[in-house]
T-cell receptor, first 115, second 110 residues
Framework: DTGVSQDPRHKITKRGQNVTFRCDPI?????LYWYRQTLGQGPEFLTY????????KSRLLSDRFSAERPKGSFSTLEIQRTEQGDSAMYLC?????????????FGEGSRLTVL | GENVEQHPSTLSVQEGDSAVIKCTYS??????FPWYKQELGKRPQLIID?????GEKKDQRIAVTLNKTAKHFSLHITETQPEDSAVYFC?????????FGPGTSLSVIP
């Protein structure tokens, strides 16, 4: 499968624990985006990378959230000291160029449940 | 801040009827308007898009219209089929900033 892959697909954790999600974009795509989606809502922007550079972070992204893309390929999203309000689907997407030039290709998401 | 509104939030139609979903956006810099379909438990996938220099675009049973002056754009699905049942998201894109609407859950009743 040459699409965007995310791991793990599901994560259940206790409040206060740290979790990390991984995203492998389509190999030639230089842009990588992280979104959060809750039930009944559209994807909500969190942050994005051009190659290894993190170009923008949403104001919604508290200091408990950190994302990296160290070699410009895969990316990780870490949530420290998880809270119940962090429960959501975390979607990763990649694109070949700027988002305004064409399609975002989404992964199947990592569903987080914080107990 | 930038915002995309989408209506209706839920829509039920009989198989064969048409479905229309409408979106409005606030960011004047938006110049690209994609529509994504998300089936239950699956990833969002692009179904059609339109750029700001075009007023209408059609692809088989799906069409999108754009009124840039009014900051409105709409998705039209004709001859709906049960497999059209999904959540549809509109989005407004300015360069790298992609703002999604809250989604419309479409149910096509056989």
């Amino acid at each position: 499968d040459t699409g965007v892959s995310q791991d793990p697909r599901h994560k259940i954790t206790k409040r206060g624990q740290n979790v990390t999600f991984r995203c492998d974009p389509i190999s030639e795509h230089n842009r990588l985006y992280w979104y959060r989606q809750t039930l009944g809502q559209g994807p909500e922007f969190l942050t994005y990378f051009q190659n290894e550079a993190q170009l923008e972070k949403s104001r919604l992204l508290s200091d408990r959230f950190s994302a990296e893309r160290p070699k410009g390929s895969f990316s990780t999203l870490e949530i420290q000291r998880t809270e119940q309000g962090d429960s959501a689907m975390y979607l990763c997407a990649s694109s070949l160029g700027v988002a305004g030039d064409g399609e975002l290709f989404f992964g199947e998401g990592s569903r987080l449940t914080v107990l | 801040g930038e915002n995309v509104e989408q209506h209706p939030s839920t829509l039920s139609v009989q198989e064969g009827d048409s479905a229309v979903i409408k979106c409005t956006y606030s960011d004047s810099a938006s110049n690209y308007f994609p529509w994504y379909k998300q089936e239950l438990g699956k990833r969002p996938q692009l179904i059609i898009d339109i750029r700001s220099n075009v007023g209408e675009k059609k692809d088989q049973r799906i069409a999108v219209t754009l009124n840039k002056t009014a900051k409105h754009f709409s998705l039209h699905i004709t001859e709906t089929q049960p497999e059209d049942s999904a959540v549809y998201f509109c989005a407004a894109v300015g360069y790298d900033k992609v703002i999604f609407g809250p989604g419309t859950s479409l149910s096509v009743i056989p």
